[in-house]
């Protein structure tokens, strides 16, 4: 519990307190109400730092980058996730993820993560590709469709197939689908406050896990009946043990198959919808975006992991949309110890808010935040270079293990869509639904497409150029001579293990014993410079920082100091 009445250090002082509320409730109703109204006003009245009281418990939010940081930065002992994601017990299970000690928690983890590592990563884009094109079949050359209800069905699909492998995808009915959706309609604002109550959301939630457990359980005893090993995430769990030995049961198998699935669902369906409805909205940056695709495949071009990393001005598009409307508009930590910020002191028990919403809406740090700019992500202005800054995947160790599934997987269906169809939008008010933690559109939200002419893909003629003029060979000795010195700092705290940066230059990068990136050296060689930048800009985790000298610094001893 929250210690109101001990005396607060010399030197420091208590959050301010947002004015209003009711007697004994405090500011529960606006919040049950309108919780990002509520942390909106919050900020706008009290500055970075401040306080609500909700059902009886003191939470304190905090806004900018600079706060971002040092909560996301601090230590489980500290501020621990744990306490605050009790709201995902009934959902993963218990013993479960944030129902686990830290131990635990940080063995099951380990278990998630080779689904999500760079490796297994590259193997997803043919199967988005197919499940996408098969959506689309029945389509027709004209229509209309829900784009909600299309992206929640189409993702669930591609992540259970992605993640959870060709059998389980095979398995899947609609009844799949919307026993998910009721499970996702379960975790409210209204969980934080009591995640077991009557109520119906939280009815059908119940139902929907009990029903996944038999669902799951029936394909697992299949397997094992029939003697059949699959590759894919399902199999590494069945064969997957603690540090004691013991396997995992079926109903923790389901837990973990729904972490998985959270973590790279809810933020794909949503950030997709999202995008073409924004799109719709802004037709001049649409068509940038489909000249950009056209440019890139064509109508049938193969599109791959690597192309898929290609197009950039299609990826500025999806991170203002997840800029607009971050999934997750709230992240909790609960204080374990006392905790200080600059001269604020919060009391063990103390709940720490960030909101990636109202954040987002800092005019500080994102210019006309309110506006679709996808440009303020590209150069000279690079407003989301800051990872505390754009928050939309959370920061920090326990930041969402599926932000490069959710962003690859995006541009996947993007990619596959605006070359086969135009799209208009029916519905003119479509609004962000607040109802569950995630950020969805209102529904029912229409879209009308209409197939497009083949295209062909649009490339640059080659170019003859006169032997005077053409670029001359380098020796290679001039090149390391005329090349910027390079150092590599590693943030090891914030890395995950994804292996991004083994994949683009294992000469320099490893995994080491504890699962985490290591250097095998901090200045590399001329030639892996390329490299080593690609896997700084495609780490998940910003965990790669680069210092660069002019090549001249040498000759003056150490350039970097």
């Not at 519990?1 to 009711?22: K, S, V």
């Not at 635990?104 to 197919?130: N, S």
Request: with cysteine; net charge negative; hydrophobic share 40%.
């Amino acid at each position: 519990m929250l210690r109101r009445n001990d005396p607060i250090p010399a030197g420091l002082r208590a959050p301010p307190l947002l004015p209003g509320g009711y007697p004994l409730v405090g500011h529960t109703v606006e919040f049950v109400r309108n919780t990002i109204g509520l942390l909106e006003r919050a900020r706008r009245e009290l500055g970075e730092v401040a306080a609500v009281d909700v059902a009886g418990r003191r939470m304190v939010a905090f806004f900018g980058p600079e706060a971002h940081e040092a909560i996301f930065r601090a230590k489980d002992a500290v501020l621990d996730p744990r306490e605050a994601y009790q709201i995902m017990t009934p959902v993963f299970g218990e013993g479960l993820v944030y129902d686990a000690p830290h131990d635990i928690m940080a063995e099951q983890f380990k278990m998630l993560l080779p689904a999500l590592k760079d490796g297994r990563m590259r193997t997803y884009g043919e199967t988005i590709l197919d499940e996408v094109s098969q959506s689309i079949e029945g389509w027709g050359d004209a229509g209309e469709l829900d784009v909600v209800d299309y992206c929640r069905v189409l993702t669930n699909y591609t992540s259970s197939h992605c993640l959870l492998g060709s059998e389980f995808r095979s398995g899947m009915t609609e009844e799949f689908a919307r026993i998910y959706h009721d499970l996702e309609q379960g975790v409210t604002p209204l969980a934080y406050i009591d995640a077991h109550l009557p109520i119906p959301s939280f009815r059908k939630r119940d139902k929907a896990r009990t029903r996944l457990v038999e669902l799951i359980g029936g394909i697992i005893e299949a397997r094992l009946a029939s003697g059949r090993e699959g590759e894919d995430f399902l199999q590494t769990l069945m064969e997957a043990r603690y540090k004691s030995g013991r396997p995992l049961t079926h109903d923790e198998i389901t837990g973990m198959l729904l972490a998985a699935m959270f973590a790279g669902h809810h933020t794909s369906s949503v950030a997709t919808a999202w995008t073409l409805i924004e799109l719709c909205r802004h037709p001049d940056y649409l068509r940038r975006v489909i000249e950009e695709l056209d440019g890139t495949y064509g109508e049938d071009g193969t599109t791959s992991y690597q192309t898929l990393r290609s197009i950039p001005i299609t990826e500025n598009a999806v991170k203002e949309a997840l800029r607009l409307y971050p999934p997750l508009f709230m992240l909790i930590r609960v204080a374990v110890k006392d905790f200080v910020y600059k001269d604020y002191h919060l009391p063990a028990g103390s709940w720490l808010v960030i909101s990636p919403t109202v954040s987002h809406r800092m005019s500080e740090h994102f210019a006309h935040p309110l506006a679709f700019d996808p440009d303020r992500f590209a150069p000279p202005r690079s407003e989301g270079d800051d990872p505390w800054a754009f928050i939309a995947f959370g920061g920090g160790r326990h930041k969402c293990m599926g932000n490069a599934f959710a962003l690859l997987q995006v541009k996947a269906i993007l990619a596959t869509l605006l070359r086969r169809y135009e799209f208009e939008l029916v519905t003119e008010d479509v609004r962000p639904n607040f109802h569950g933690l995630v950020i969805g559109p209102s529904e029912p939200c229409k879209l009308r497409y209409r197939r497009r002419a083949i295209v062909e893909a649009r490339r640059a003629p080659a170019v003859s150029v006169p032997e005077a003029l053409a670029p001359q060979a380098v020796p290679p000795q001039t090149v390391a001579a005329q090349a910027p010195l390079l150092r590599i700092t590693l943030d090891r705290d914030l890395c995950q293990g994804h292996a991004v940066c083994i994949e683009e230059a294992p000469e320099v990068f490893t995994l080491a014993d504890d699962g985490k990136v290591a250097l095998l050296t901090d200045t590399p060689a001329p030639e892996h410079h390329a490299a080593v930048r690609e896997a700084a800009r495609y780490c998940p985790q910003k965990t790669i920082l680069l210092h660069e000298a002019p090549a001249a610094a040498q000759a003056s001893g150490c350039p970097f100091h």
